[in-house]
């Protein structure tokens, strides 16, 4: 695969040594969102095509790969999204650093016990508040976590994750992101909790229907 990955193996333990000079899961993902995502108004680009419905195994393969070597140093021990548009990259970054994935669900099912981490945090796409719920049966005390989800907008469902993860008692050691939209804010309002803040693709501006990327 390009990129010269290299890849350490210890004691079950994985880490990536990027040797490269060009981020291919950037430049595949922005390749990706200019050819398939839409732009349907209100700030909302649809990417269902490869993420959120429909989901590119290959393309999800190759941003957990840049996830876990962007992450690999924290020292994480568990993966937290939420259901369901986070799962696939947050479990390809899992299986790239050979931890366990955590998603917050959004209904709380009869397998769950009485007591449980629930908060509430608003859907940009459902217009409505929504349900985060984990079990503490999958997030106790002393975890570190790291966050991987498919958006960073607002930054209110990653700040809802957050609250559970304190609620359990566990540590947040990163928070990572396939989709940053800038204009939205999320960053800043992330910024109190002085965490690394990854995201693969940065859009500057969705004005008339035109994707505009950050460039660095």
Excluded at 4 to 27: H, P, S
Excluded at 56 to 84: N, Q
Aim: net charge neutral; charged share 20%; hydrophobic share 45%.
């Amino acid at each position: 695969m390009s990129g010269n990955w290299q890849v350490l193996r210890e004691c079950r333990k994985i880490e990536y040594v990027y040797t490269g000079f060009w981020r291919q899961a950037m430049k595949e993902l922005e390749e990706r969102i200019l050819r398939d995502g839409q732009v349907l108004g209100g700030g909302i680009l649809k990417v269902d095509s490869f993420v959120n419905h429909q989901v590119d195994a290959a393309l999800m393969d190759l941003c957990g790969r840049e996830f876990a070597g962007r992450f690999a140093h924290l020292g994480a021990t568990k993966v937290l999204t939420a259901e369901i548009s986070g799962i696939a990259p947050a479990l390809t970054t899992a299986l790239h650093l050979g931890l366990p994935v955590v998603y917050a669900r959004k209904t709380k099912p009869v397998t769950m016990p009485d007591q449980v981490y629930l908060t509430l945090a608003p859907s940009h796409t459902k217009g409505r508040m929504v349900e985060l719920i984990i079990s503490p049966e999958y997030l106790a005390g002393g975890e570190k976590v790291l966050i991987i989800d498919d958006f960073l907008a607002s930054g209110a469902t990653i700040l809802g994750l957050v609250r559970l993860a304190e609620a359990a008692g566990s540590e947040i050691v990163g928070i990572g992101t396939l989709i940053e939209k800038t204009f939205e804010g999320g960053r800043e309002a992330l910024k109190h909790l002085n965490l690394p803040v990854e995201a693969l693709a940065s859009i500057a501006s969705m004005d008339e229907g035109k994707i505009m990327f950050n460039r660095q």
